[in-house]
Every structure is written in structure tokens, then in C-alpha cells.
């Protein structure tokens, strides 16, 4: 009889080890198509930023964006990666999370990526998204009060 159970949790194992799950729409073709919001270079180091938005405080996380490769078009479905940096001994809060899609209305991607977030960052196996380029902004706080801020613009073919 051990044998038997050992052997269906094998199987078992081994199909969820299998199988893949269905790419996550991030954004869909409406939402896609909402009018973008305007962007504002910095002429002293050439950084996007979006009309009205705040100075980070200092020593706030650090927020890297592994994939897409910044600077690097994707073909949809792809892996969203970001990592959370903390400062010191700070602890990220992943309840402070932000990420959204810069279009004239702020599109929230919170509840879509919830279930990919952890407090070292979001790992989005597969994300589809439509074509087109996209400005996106991640924000997230430490547990000292400090914020992080970060923008990436992704170029989906």
C-alpha cells in the first residue's frame, strides 16, 4: 500500500514538474491602447521621469529590473524579473508595492503580479502584454520609511 501511495505522488510530482502555466496577461489591448502619459527627460543625466513625479528619498531599496534587459525589445509572452535591494539592515515591505503602467491614467499591474511578489522582488514567468512600448514605474518602501523608485520603458514586439 506504501508502495502504491509512493508511487501516485511520484506521478503526481511529476506532472506538475510538467506541465506549464498560461502566460499572465499583464495588459490587456484596451488598456494598452489609453493615451500615453508625457515624459520628461532630465537634461543633466538623460533619465525619464513622468510629469509630476517625487524625489525618492535616499537609502530607499534599490529596485533592478533583470528582465526584460533594459534597453532590450521582447517578444511577448516573456519573464518579468525584478529585484528589491534593501539598504542595510532594512526590510523591503511588499505591501508598499507600486507598479503601474505610465499611461495618462496610471494602470495598477499590483494585482496581476501579487501572486509573483516576495521581498527580494516579482519573478513574472511569463507576462503578455500587446505590442508596443510601455513605460513602467515600481515603487516600494523599506521598513525605515524610505521609498524606492524606479522606471523601465519595454519595447514588446
Excluded at 515591505?93 to 496610471?106: A, G, Q, Y
Aim: aromatic share 4%.
Amino acid at each position: 500500500m506504501k508502495s502504491i501511495r509512493l508511487l501516485l505522488m511520484l506521478v503526481l510530482l511529476g506532472l506538475e514538474a510538467g506541465s506549464s502555466a498560461a502566460p499572465i496577461e499583464l495588459l490587456t489591448a484596451q488598456e494598452a491602447a489609453q493615451p500615453e502619459l508625457p515624459m520628461i527627460k532630465d537634461p543633466t543625466n538623460g533619465k525619464l521621469s513622468a510629469a509630476g513625479d517625487k524625489t525618492p528619498v535616499p537609502g530607499g531599496p534599490a529596485i533592478l529590473f533583470d528582465m526584460p534587459v533594459p534597453g532590450t525589445p521582447v517578444a511577448t509572452p516573456f519573464p518579468v524579473k525584478v529585484r528589491f535591494v534593501p539598504t542595510g539592515d532594512a526590510k523591503v515591505l511588499t505591501d508598499t508595492l507600486k507598479i503601474e503602467v505610465l499611461k495618462l491614467i496610471p494602470i495598477s499591474l499590483i494585482s496581476k503580479v501579487k501572486p509573483y511578489l516576495t521581498a527580494e522582488g516579482i519573478n513574472v514567468p511569463e507576462a503578455k502584454i500587446p505590442a508596443g512600448r510601455y513605460n513602467v514605474r515600481v515603487a516600494i518602501s523599506d521598513d525605515k520609511g524610505r521609498e524606492g523608485v524606479a522606471l523601465q520603458t519595454w519595447v514588446v514586439k
